[in-house]
Nanobody, 125 residues
Framework: VQLQASGGGLVQAGGSLRLSCAAS????????MGWFRHAPGKDREFVAA????????YYGASVKGRFTISRDNAKNTVTLQMNSLKPEDTATYYC???????????????????WGKGTQVTVSS
């Protein structure tokens, strides 16, 4: 599976951005998908994950209630809607795919099976 993230940019605090991840490959609809982010000087951080059929979603504590992950298996895409953005959300965001259990994706920020190139999100104060 090849992944390509897009939708990053510069936004003021309190604003919104929508990230998309386009996937190629036949197995997309059968794997869990997620978003991680990496800010300079910090460890990679789990943001959100979604099960293969969209029935289960998980969020990192710092984004819960503000971000929403969704997927469209017919279009091979996964989306991260980010609302009420804060300067601390500034990071490079990566979409990732995992053949394993969606429940444990948050614990394996460096252990995904597939990674896309990152897209930069910058939130100004």
């Amino acid at each position: 599976v090849q992944l390509q993230a897009s939708g990053g940019g510069l936004v003021q605090a309190g604003g919104s951005l929508r990230l998309s991840c386009a996937a190629s490959g036949r197995t997309f609809s059968s794997i869990a998908m997620g978003w991680f982010r990496h800010a300079p000087g910090k460890d990679r951080e789990f943001v959100a994950a979604i099960s293969w059929n969209g029935g289960l979603t998980y969020y990192g504590a710092s984004v819960k209630g503000r971000f929403t992950i969704s997927r469209d298996n017919a279009k091979n895409t996964v989306t991260l809607q980010m609302n009420s953005l804060k300067p601390e959300d500034t990071a490079t965001y990566y979409c990732a795919g995992d053949l394993g259990n969606v429940h444990t994706m948050s614990q394996r920020p460096y252990g995904m099976d597939y990674w896309g190139k990152g897209t930069q999100v910058t939130v100004s104060s």
